[in-house]
């Protein structure tokens, strides 16, 4: 099972929705679940590189807390 990860984008006029837009162009063995702007995130990646394809989180009730 893949473990899935949430990342908060900070704030909307800082470096944090920056970042977040940058980790699309990495692979990681987590699922990353941005909790942020949506529209927001891809503005910044048409700065930061290839604009991404950001699709709504679906919550599915296979996920429990704590593992």
């Known amino acids: ?3 899935r990860i949430a990342i908060s984008t900070g ?3 800082g ?3 920056d970042l977040c837009a940058a980790l ?7 699922e990353l679940v ?3 702007d949506p529209l927001l995130l891809e503005q910044r ?6 604009q991404p394809a950001l699709p709504e989180y ?3 009730n296979s996920t ?3 593992g």
Do not use: K, S, Y
């Open 1 to 3: 099972m893949i473990p």
């Open 11 to 13: 704030e909307p006029a």
């Open 15 to 17: 470096i944090g929705p």
């Open 24 to 30: 699309f162009d990495n692979n990681f063995a987590a």
């Open 34 to 36: 941005l909790v942020g």
């Open 45 to 50: 990646a048409t700065v930061t590189g290839p």
């Open 58 to 60: 679906q919550r599915d």
């Open 64 to 66: 429990h807390a704590g």
